[in-house]
């Protein structure tokens, strides 16, 4: 029954899209049924852990997980709700493929619009094989095009996500790395906005690992943490580097030929740098998967949308001082804002978070002198 509810909400949903004119239905058929699926599947956390049956090994992660799940209800203030309290075995490697597309002499992102999620940089499928099949339409459109598996996808609170096979096998750091990130787009959620909304989720997830491994005591794994975090900025900003190359190629006055034959040359010059920088940083072995992708503008978009706001969320973090409850009562007002409105409050924040620094630092120098 309670399946058969979630589904008529779903059913209305496709309904309001279908009425205002800009419905695939096709395409809502088998997100309805995708998801339908994956809550059929799953099953108390809590019941597979009090199964003699179940393996060991999954008995002792999915105890971790409600241990995580409870210290982000009780440590972190994110929804105290059934999400991650299920457990559904899919069958396959990843949760949905997302589809990416720019056009070929653009580093613009192709959206589409939807209900609930507004627009959005990417088109999701339950399927690998109806996301190639839509990917292969926009390349013969002309369009750079990137299909990537995803692990884990957010109801947005519409629905009680489960945990699934699909990531159950992450470390104990990877896995409240994800379950921290996800419950936060249950928070505050600004439609259309994906650097807003993952910006946000990515300082809360990070915040909380920070307190996570704190109450464990565990000084060794955070200062590898902050590391890998390090290690991924590095990866960020050489991709962006590349981004902004090409962008300032586009949209200079040079003949399509030339542009591709830049694209070319800027694509491979970011592919050598690449392997430059591991031959001396064994971490960025990490990347050599995503590397080995077939290199376009969609594939370098898919780095740069998550983290541009990041110094903006931490600011408003420490001007609560770190107080979660005060800190999601304030980006929940700033989500309901235009676009334009939040740009500039989170601007502002970083600005002024900027000047007490210089300020404190000032203090700090001067009582020094005076002693």
């Known amino acids: 029954m309670r399946i058969l509810r979630q589904l008529k909400i779903v059913f209305i949903v496709i309904q309001i899209q279908w009425l205002s004119g800009c419905v695939n239905l096709p395409y809502y058929a088998q997100a309805v049924d995708g998801h339908i699926d994956v809550l059929r599947r799953s099953q108390s956390i809590q019941t597979i852990i009090t199964d003699p049956d179940t393996d060991a090994n999954l008995k002792r992660t999915l105890t971790k997980v409600l241990t995580l799940r409870k210290f982000a209800s009780q440590e972190l203030k994110l929804p105290d709700n059934k999400s991650y309290t299920r457990y559904a075995d899919i069958k396959r490697p990843y949760a949905v493929w997302n589809v990416f597309a720019t056009p070929e002499l653009s580093i613009k992102l192709k959206k589409w619009c939807f209900i609930k999620a507004g627009c959005v ?33 957010s109801t947005l609170g519409w629905f009680n996500d489960p945990v699934l096979n699909t990531f159950i096998d992450y470390s104990e750091l990877e896995l409240a790395r ?25 300082v809360v997830e990070q915040e909380g690992i920070k307190r996570w491994l704190e109450k464990k005591k565990a000084t060794s794994e955070f200062a590898a943490y902050k590391a890998k975090l390090r290690t991924q900025t590095i990866f960020n900003s050489l991709v962006s580097h590349h981004r902004n190359r090409l962008a300032m190629l ?38 050599n998967r995503w590397f080995a992708q077939p290199m376009n503008n969609a ?3 898919t780095v740069s949308i998550y983290t541009q706001l990041l110094p903006a969320f931490q600011a408003l973090l420490a001007q609560q001082n770190g107080d979660m409850t ?46």
């Open 121 to 153: 940089s990417y088109r999701g499928f339950f399927s690998q094989t109806e996301a190639e099949r839509f990917a292969e339409k926009l390349r013969n459109d002309g369009y750079d095009v990137h299909v990537g598996g995803v692990r884990a996808y």
């Open 178 to 202: 994800l379950i921290f990130h996800e419950l936060s787009h249950q928070v505050a959620y600004a439609p259309g906005d994906t650097v807003f909304n993952e910006s946000f989720a990515t």
């Open 250 to 287: 586009y949209s200079s006055s040079q003949s399509e030929a030339q542009k591709r034959a830049g694209k070319a040359h800027i694509l491979n010059d970011l592919q050598e740098q690449f392997a430059l920088l591991k031959t001396s940083r064994v971490e960025f072995n990490r990347y």
């Open 299 to 301: 594939l370098l978009a």
């Open 326 to 371: 005060l800190f999601f009562k304030v980006v929940k007002e700033i989500s309901k804002l235009p676009k334009e409105e939040r740009t500039s409050i989170l601007q502002m924040a970083v600005d002024n978070h900027w000047k007490k620094d210089l300020v404190d630092a000032s203090f700090s120098d001067h009582e020094h002198l005076s002693r």
